[in-house]
């Protein structure tokens, strides 16, 4: 007797394990030439000195990726089409995925 399972995974809804320590706001929201990528909270700066960031089409492709060295961080969209992207940042401390337009 055989089985079918159905697996999907919606980048959109993965959270890290404690939002608190993981606040990041992205902006302009819709982006143009860059977006500015900055974290809040207690413990957020030293998690985010070493994160890793990847900018996801609508396709679910990874189009850039790079890594962070502060708290703020500023990226270049100037390559990228007009659109609905992810942003997926990974920390010590979680994942988090925003979306964002690039008009």
């Known amino acids: 007797m055989g089985y ?3 697996i999907s995974y919606d980048f ?3 959270a890290c394990e404690n939002s608190k320590t993981m606040d990041v706001i992205i902006y302009p929201n819709p ?12 413990y957020s700066h030293s998690a985010f000195a070493a994160a890793k960031i990847e900018i996801i089409n609508s396709t679910g492709q990874v189009v850039k990726h790079l890594a962070s060295a502060n708290s703020e961080c500023s990226i270049d969209l100037k390559e990228l089409n007009e659109g609905v992207y992810s942003v997926r940042i990974m920390t010590n401390k979680g994942t988090i995925v925003k979306k964002f337009i690039k008009k």
Do not use: W
Not at 31 to 42: C, D, F, M, P
């Open 12 to 14: 959109t809804t993965h």
């Open 31 to 42: 982006a143009g030439e860059y977006l500015i990528i900055e974290t809040a909270g207690i």
């Open 4 to 6: 079918t399972i159905d």
